[in-house]
């Protein structure tokens, strides 16, 4: 039995792919709900809509391999292909707006470049504006950078993933089966 044909691969790549897309939802929803100020950034929300629809397209995905034959073939292609680059796009942007933080590094100037980050500064402005902005505003800007940063990656991983699962699909569709 070919790699292709056996279905084992597939079932381990779109458990992945429902596993990555439940880190990423679960993330960006502990960002967005993090915001204390104004709305969140795009980065953040559109995580979000990267997370539902690569965790919706994970369970279609297994759906599809026990039987639902209208999702195999070139409707699966496209949905893979489709969320592939929503994920890509939702890393991207998130990677953008990290920029080159370094979310370990405890001095004084950096973590003031982290605070000036709206991904990672919650909204607030200054301290003193609303009382949840103070306080260890090391430790959350800290964690809100480590949080984003593997938003990201948990973003191209599931692409990497969907990247494997359009080629298992397509290699299935030459051969006919």
């Given at each position: 039995m070919s790699l292709?044909?056996?279905p084992i691969p597939s079932l381990i790549l779109r458990g992945m792919q429902i596993i990555f897309g439940v880190v990423i939802l679960a993330l960006s929803i502990s960002l967005v709900k993090g915001q204390l100020e104004d709305s969140a950034p795009l980065a953040q929300t559109f995580g979000t809509f990267?997370?539902?629809v690569v965790l919706v397209a994970g369970l279609l995905?297994?759906?599809a391999e026990w039987g639902a034959e209208n999702l195999q073939g070139r409707i699966g292609i496209l949905l893979d292909a489709g969320v592939m680059v929503a994920g890509l796009?939702?890393?991207l942007i998130m990677a953008i707006g990290i920029q080159l933080a370094d979310c370990n590094d405890q001095s004084a100037r950096n973590m003031?470049?982290?605070?000036?980050n709206t991904l990672f500064n919650r909204g607030c402005r200054e301290r003193a504006e609303n009382r949840d902005c103070s306080g260890n505003v090391e430790a959350y800007v800290t964690s809100r950078c480590k949080?984003?940063?593997a938003d990201a990656?948990?973003?191209f991983l599931a692409s990497v993933v969907l990247l494997v699962c359009l080629l298992f699909s397509y290699l299935r569709m030459r051969r006919g089966s």
């Open positions: 292709y044909h056996n990267v997370g539902v995905g297994l759906a796009a939702g890393g003031y470049q982290l605070w000036l949080q984003c940063k990656a948990f973003m």
